[in-house]
């Protein structure tokens, strides 16, 4: 029954995460797909960008409510957005996934250091 479950859960875990911080989609759900789903790493990756849709319009329409945002700040980096999703979509099935992991892991790393310091 629990592993029925683990799917909603790591959702449910992503998206107060995506909510709450903005992030969550990459930091959360991939991991948890990999270790949890048994998950390949770059169906992981690929499966985390999709979700990332439906989480982000969702936290956008309730974020409108309760803060203001900066429509013309949203416009440029969306647009930047697209070009590097583009990209990212196109290389990350190129990528290896011993370099994928060190990549990854390499992000987590410099976020969570930011984030403390």
């Known amino acids: 029954m ?4 683990i799917p909603y859960i790591i959702g449910a875990v992503t998206g107060t995460a995506n909510g709450f911080f903005g992030a ?3 930091t959360v759900l991939v991991p948890a797909m990999e270790r949890l789903m ?3 790493e770059h169906k992981a990756h690929a499966t ?3 979700v990332i849709l439906p989480l982000s319009v969702i936290s956008a329409f309730l974020y409108r409510e309760n803060v203001k ?3 013309s700040t949203l416009l440029m980096v969306s647009l930047g957005g697209i070009v ?10 190129r990528i290896p ?3 994928l992991h060190i990549i990854f892991g390499g992000f987590m790393i410099t976020a969570a250091a930011r984030m403390i310091l």
């Open 69 to 71: 945002t900066n429509y």
């Open 38 to 40: 048994d998950v390949e």
């Open 24 to 26: 969550g989609g990459g």
């Open 84 to 93: 590097g999703g583009y990209i990212g979509a196109r290389l990350l099935g």
């Open 48 to 50: 985390a960008i999709a």
């Open 2 to 5: 629990l592993n029925n479950m």
């Open 97 to 99: 996934k011993k370099w």
